[in-house]
């Protein structure tokens, strides 16, 4: 189960700064292009709240990387909680130019993340191409959903993030910002 948590930030300067002042470890920078694969008709996958992400990723530190990943609906509607199911690939585009001569389309969404990690949280500080720049807080060995709230909680008040979480995915808020809603 992944249990996350997003915010959109004016500066993710001020949150990196903030972030190395409470001690938090830097492991990497990488570009990740995530081909989202549309399985209609066979599959409605957007009216379901799941999705098929193809993800090629490159960082400053690992070389490139493809994977194929399913995300179950959302546990809960107000929460980013969902079951997901990774698999690597060696030949990412090879497996996108199946899909795509299947007859299914797909959205291409392209971020720059850099990725911290303190104590048991793993963070994310994302500049996603066309939708705008956010952290993403992981929580690793949460067990219940009020644990990840009240760690989400504590992380919010340590790096000072005002307002609420967004539980739509990039590719809901990319589809949005294109009229695809």
């Given at each position: 189960m992944e249990y996350e948590a997003k915010f959109r930030v004016s500066s993710l300067d001020d949150v990196e700064r903030s972030l190395r002042s409470l001690g938090a470890v830097f492991e990497e920078e990488?570009?990740?292009e995530d081909h989202y694969i549309d399985l209609h008709p066979c599959v409605k996958l957007r009216e379901r709240d799941e999705?098929?992400?193809v993800r090629i990723s490159?960082?400053?530190r690992t070389s490139q990387r493809g994977e194929l990943t399913y995300k179950g609906p959302k546990i809960r509607k107000n929460l980013k909680i969902r079951e997901e199911l990774t698999v690597e690939v060696s030949d990412?585009?090879?497996l996108i130019?199946?899909?795509k001569r299947l007859g299914?389309?797909?959205y291409v969404l392209r971020k720059h993340r850099r990725i911290y990690r303190l104590a048991n949280y793993k963070i994310f500080l994302d500049?996603?191409?066309?939708?705008g720049s956010f952290?993403?807080?992981e929580v690793e060995g949460v067990k219940t959903t009020d644990e990840f709230i009240e760690y989400i909680k504590k992380f919010k008040s340590l790096i000072c993030i005002t307002g609420d979480h967004i539980v739509k995915s990039y590719l809901e808020m990319w589809l949005e910002e294109r009229g695809y809603a």
């Open positions: 990488v570009f990740e999705a098929l992400r490159k960082g400053n990412p585009y090879t130019e199946i899909f299914f389309k797909e500049r996603v191409e066309g939708v952290i993403e807080i």
